[in-house]
């Protein structure tokens, strides 16, 4: 019998691609947190090397939406430019598409929830889709830097972003700490959260975070 996800996902997929490909396997979901420039997105792509998850950056879909101009871009656009946090809806709805389309069930989800209100949000769309098992992500890793380095790395990101300046670095560490940190801390009440020190080479922080997956694969 399809559960719930399994028939959700599977009619999209189907519509999508022109091909039937059932999910068979219950989604296992990582959020990765941390504030700006705390490293995410460059140890996500080693996850996804390694442990074949599929990777959905909250950041990166917002702005999609602002380069296909869609209704919601210019909005985005301002909210991020100072700094703020995108209404939950509009990001929820962005990574659940992203999720019914993709063919993997290993999900990380980077930069996201930024707030309580956007955990909330998330987790009534997991429990209207897998009511049977649960509304937790399996996993939250939080990349723990401190604020000088993390203003380091941003202005030297060089990526061409609205966001990468001193002025809204500021703002966006002051929102993390007022509204990142309280979803940190509820994980970490949950026992979900692993603490990543995120200082050192890239490769000498992967290795802090290569044992908690692989602990994940041979339980199954
Ligand atoms: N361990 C590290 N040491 C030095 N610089 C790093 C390290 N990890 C990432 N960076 C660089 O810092 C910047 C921010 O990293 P990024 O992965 O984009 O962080 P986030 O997604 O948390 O904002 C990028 O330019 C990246 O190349
Ligand atoms: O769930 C999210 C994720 C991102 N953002 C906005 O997008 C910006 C950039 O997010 P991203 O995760 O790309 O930044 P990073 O932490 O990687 O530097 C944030 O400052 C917010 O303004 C948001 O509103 N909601
Ligand atoms: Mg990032």
Same mark, same amino acid.
């Given at each position: 019998?399809?559960?719930?996800?399994?028939?959700? #996902?599977?009619?999209?997929?189907?519509?999508?691609?022109?091909?039937?490909?059932?999910?068979?396997? #219950? *989604?296992?979901?990582t959020f990765v947190?941390?504030? =700006?420039?705390?490293?995410?997105?460059? !140890?996500?792509?080693?996850?996804?090397? #390694?442990?074949?998850?599929?990777?959905?950056?909250?950041g990166d879909l917002? $702005?999609?939406?602002?380069?296909?101009?869609?209704?919601?871009?210019?909005?985005?656009?301002?909210?991020?430019?100072?700094?703020?946090?995108?209404?939950? !809806?509009?990001?929820?709805?962005?990574?659940?598409?992203?999720?019914?389309?993709?063919? %993997?069930?290993?999900?990380? &989800?980077?930069?996201? =929830?930024?707030?309580?209100?956007?955990?909330?949000?998330?987790? !009534?769309?997991?429990?209207?889709?897998?009511? !049977? &098992?649960?509304?937790? =992500? %399996?996993?939250?890793?939080?990349?723990?830097? *401190?604020?000088?380095?993390?203003?380091?790395?941003?202005?030297? $990101? %060089?990526?061409?972003?609205?966001?990468?300046?001193?002025?809204? &670095?500021?703002?966006?560490? #002051?929102?993390?700490?007022?509204?990142?940190? =309280?979803?940190?801390?509820?994980?970490?009440?949950?026992?979900?959260?692993?603490?990543?020190?995120? &200082?050192?080479?890239?490769?000498?922080?992967?290795?802090q975070v290569r044992?908690?997956?692989?602990?994940?694969?041979?339980?199954?």
């Amino acid at each position: 019998r399809l559960n719930t996800w399994e028939s959700l #996902t599977t009619g999209i997929a189907q519509q999508a691609k022109g091909v039937i490909a059932p999910k068979e396997k #219950t *989604p296992f979901i990582t959020f990765v947190l941390g504030g =700006p420039g705390s490293g995410k997105g460059t !140890q996500c792509i080693k996850i996804v090397e #390694t442990f074949g998850f599929a990777h959905l950056s909250a950041g990166d879909l917002l $702005r999609r939406e602002i380069a296909s101009k869609s209704a919601d871009g210019a909005m985005i656009l301002n909210t991020i430019k100072e700094g703020k946090i995108v209404p939950s !809806q509009v990001t929820v709805k962005l990574i659940q598409k992203e999720m019914e389309l993709s063919d %993997n069930h290993k999900f990380l &989800i980077d930069g996201f =929830p930024r707030t309580e209100e956007n955990r909330v949000s998330f987790e !009534q769309i997991l429990s209207e889709w897998q009511s !049977q &098992i649960g509304v937790e =992500p %399996n996993v939250v890793l939080f990349f723990d830097c *401190p604020e000088e380095e993390m203003v380091k790395r941003v202005l030297n $990101r %060089n990526e061409g972003r609205v966001d990468d300046n001193l002025e809204t &670095i500021k703002k966006r560490l #002051t929102v993390f700490q007022a509204l990142s940190l =309280p979803v940190i801390n509820y994980y970490s009440e949950k026992g979900k959260l692993y603490t990543i020190k995120a &200082i050192g080479t890239e490769d000498e922080i992967f290795e802090q975070v290569r044992p908690i997956f692989a602990a994940f694969e041979t339980v199954g």
